[in-house]
Protein backbone atom coordinates (compact mmCIF):
# COMPACT_ATOMS: atom_id res chain seq x y z
CA UNK A 1 0.00 0.00 0.00
CA UNK A 2 1.14 3.88 -1.22
CA UNK A 3 -0.31 6.81 0.33
CA UNK A 4 0.53 9.63 -2.00
CA UNK A 5 0.14 13.62 -1.17
CA UNK A 6 0.66 16.43 -3.80
CA UNK A 7 1.60 19.80 -2.78
CA UNK A 8 3.15 22.98 -4.64
CA UNK A 9 -0.04 23.87 -6.48
CA UNK A 10 -1.36 27.59 -7.07
CA UNK A 11 -2.29 30.68 -9.27
CA UNK A 12 0.33 32.05 -11.53
CA UNK A 13 0.51 33.89 -14.56
CA UNK A 14 1.37 32.94 -18.07
CA UNK A 15 5.06 32.23 -18.40
CA UNK A 16 5.89 31.73 -15.27
CA UNK A 17 7.30 28.34 -13.02
CA UNK A 18 5.51 25.83 -10.41
CA UNK A 19 7.37 23.04 -8.85
CA UNK A 20 4.75 19.96 -7.76
CA UNK A 21 6.19 17.57 -5.30
CA UNK A 22 4.36 14.10 -4.45
CA UNK A 23 5.35 12.67 -1.08
CA UNK A 24 4.98 8.89 -0.30
CA UNK A 25 4.45 6.83 2.64
CA UNK A 26 3.89 3.06 2.84
CA UNK A 27 6.65 0.59 2.11
CA UNK A 28 8.63 0.15 -1.57
CA UNK A 29 8.39 3.84 -2.64
CA UNK A 30 11.46 2.38 -4.64
CA UNK A 31 10.03 -0.51 -6.45
CA UNK A 32 7.04 2.03 -8.29
CA UNK A 33 7.30 3.94 -10.87
CA UNK A 34 5.29 7.05 -10.58
CA UNK A 35 3.39 9.40 -13.08
CA UNK A 36 1.72 12.96 -12.89
CA UNK A 37 -1.74 13.20 -14.86
CA UNK A 38 -4.03 16.64 -15.02
CA UNK A 39 -7.99 16.77 -15.03
CA UNK A 40 -9.25 20.23 -16.20
CA UNK A 41 -12.92 21.38 -15.69
CA UNK A 42 -15.47 19.01 -18.24
CA UNK A 43 -12.62 17.08 -19.54
CA UNK A 44 -11.07 13.58 -19.22
CA UNK A 45 -7.84 12.96 -17.10
CA UNK A 46 -5.06 13.18 -19.37
CA UNK A 47 -0.96 11.77 -18.73
CA UNK A 48 1.54 14.41 -18.27
CA UNK A 49 4.63 12.09 -17.16
CA UNK A 50 6.42 9.42 -15.77
CA UNK A 51 9.08 8.12 -14.57
CA UNK A 52 10.50 4.98 -13.82
CA UNK A 53 11.36 3.12 -10.45
CA UNK A 54 15.39 3.79 -10.98
CA UNK A 55 14.72 7.48 -12.55
CA UNK A 56 16.65 6.18 -15.46
CA UNK A 57 13.19 6.14 -17.60
CA UNK A 58 10.81 8.93 -18.53
CA UNK A 59 7.68 9.54 -20.75
CA UNK A 60 6.05 13.05 -21.15
CA UNK A 61 3.35 14.08 -22.90
CA UNK A 62 3.75 16.28 -26.76
CA UNK A 63 2.09 18.53 -24.37
CA UNK A 64 4.40 19.46 -22.18
CA UNK A 65 7.69 18.36 -23.34
CA UNK A 66 10.42 20.61 -23.37
CA UNK A 67 8.70 22.58 -20.61
CA UNK A 68 8.14 19.87 -18.01
CA UNK A 69 10.75 17.59 -16.02
CA UNK A 70 9.85 14.58 -13.79
CA UNK A 71 12.31 13.33 -11.05
CA UNK A 72 12.19 11.59 -8.10
CA UNK A 73 14.25 11.38 -4.96
CA UNK A 74 14.56 8.00 -3.35
CA UNK A 75 16.02 9.39 0.30
CA UNK A 76 12.68 11.69 0.44
CA UNK A 77 10.30 9.53 -0.83
CA UNK A 78 9.29 12.00 -3.06
CA UNK A 79 8.50 12.79 -6.58
CA UNK A 80 8.62 16.92 -8.70
CA UNK A 81 7.09 18.08 -11.68
CA UNK A 82 9.00 21.55 -12.80
CA UNK A 83 6.62 23.06 -14.73
CA UNK A 84 8.20 26.28 -16.43
CA UNK A 85 6.93 28.28 -19.16
CA UNK A 86 3.45 27.72 -18.23
CA UNK A 87 0.71 28.30 -20.46
CA UNK A 88 -3.21 28.86 -19.87
CA UNK A 89 -3.95 25.54 -20.72
CA UNK A 90 -1.66 24.54 -18.29
CA UNK A 91 -4.56 24.68 -15.74
CA UNK A 92 -5.99 21.67 -14.04
CA UNK A 93 -5.63 19.63 -10.77
CA UNK A 94 -2.61 17.72 -11.08
CA UNK A 95 -2.42 13.99 -9.60
CA UNK A 96 0.34 12.24 -9.02
CA UNK A 97 0.09 8.24 -9.43
CA UNK A 98 1.75 4.71 -8.42
CA UNK A 99 2.30 2.01 -10.45
CA UNK A 100 4.45 -1.34 -11.16
CA UNK A 101 6.04 0.60 -14.62
CA UNK A 102 5.56 3.78 -16.09
CA UNK A 103 2.58 3.98 -18.80
CA UNK A 104 0.54 6.75 -20.11
CA UNK A 105 -2.46 5.49 -19.26
CA UNK A 106 -4.53 6.30 -15.78
CA UNK A 107 -6.37 2.99 -16.37
CA UNK A 108 -2.82 1.12 -15.25
CA UNK A 109 -1.98 3.23 -11.95
CA UNK A 110 -2.92 1.45 -8.61
CA UNK A 111 -2.64 4.27 -6.54
CA UNK A 112 -3.27 7.85 -6.37
CA UNK A 113 -3.26 11.22 -4.34
CA UNK A 114 -6.09 13.74 -4.09
CA UNK A 115 -4.55 16.25 -6.42
CA UNK A 116 -3.59 19.84 -6.18
CA UNK A 117 -5.08 22.79 -8.02
CA UNK A 118 -3.04 24.83 -10.95
CA UNK A 119 -4.38 27.76 -12.27
CA UNK A 120 -2.29 29.68 -14.91
CA UNK A 121 -3.58 33.38 -15.90
CA UNK A 122 -3.26 35.01 -19.21
Known amino acids: QVQLQESGGGLVQAGDSLRLSCAAS????????MGWFRQAPGKEREFVAA????????LYADSVKGRFSISRDGARNTMYLQMNSLKPEDTAVYYC???????????????WGQGTQVTVSS
Open 26 to 33: GRAFASYA
Open 51 to 58: ISWSGSDT
Open 97 to 111: AANSVPTTSAGSYNY
